[in-house]
């Protein structure tokens, strides 16, 4: 495959496919800064094994676990390489692809207590709620599909639990 037809093909599935990307960076980063740089991360680490992609399992299967797994490793770093606490200041400028509508309270909620869970619990849950079957949770998280659906269950319990808290 040429150079620009694999690009073309990439920016494609890319297109396609943004907004899982996208509320996987609104999960796992605070400051609009922080999404932007965890979505350039998500994006070149999809790039880099864009080549290796055998189609073995559905595209979105590959970007969320790609998506997934650098998410939980740059919030690693972050956590380790945060001196100062820079989810306190101002945003003077913001990207405006960045910015999201204005969510309702209830989501506003629901994603504080998603923001409480484990790392695992935590993707589980994101996929669970962007619609994807136990099986390709399973395949995703590399959780058995028998605890895919036990996790789910106490996890919707946590939130409930997590969201009383805060109304």
């Known amino acids: 495959m040429t150079d620009n037809r694999q690009k073309d ?6 297109e396609k496919n943004i907004g899982i990307i996208l509320k996987i960076a609104r999960a ?3 400051t609009i800064q922080d999404k932007e740089d965890l979505i350039n991360d998500i994006t070149l680490e999809l790039w880099k094994s864009f080549g290796k992609f055998k189609g073995d399992s559905k595209i979105s299967t590959w970007i969320y676990r790609v998506a997934l797994n650098t998410s939980m490793n740059y919030k690693r770093k972050r956590e380790k390489d945060r001196l100062f606490f820079f989810d306190d200041l101002k945003q003077i400028e913001s990207l405006s692809w960045l910015i ?13 207590c998603i923001d409480e869970l484990s790392e695992l619990n935590k993707a589980i849950i994101l996929l669970y709620l962007d619609g994807n079957s ?3 949770i399973s395949d ?4 058995s599909k028998t605890n895919v659906g036990t996790r789910i269950g106490r996890i919707k319990e946590q939130i409930k639990n997590l969201a009383t808290t805060k109304i």
């Open 100 to 112: 999201e509508q204005q969510d309702s309270s209830q989501s506003e909620i629901l994603y504080q």
């Open 9 to 14: 093909q990439f920016l494609d599935i890319l």
């Open 140 to 143: 995703i998280t590399g959780v």
């Open 28 to 30: 796992y980063a605070k």
């Open 134 to 136: 136990h099986d390709e």
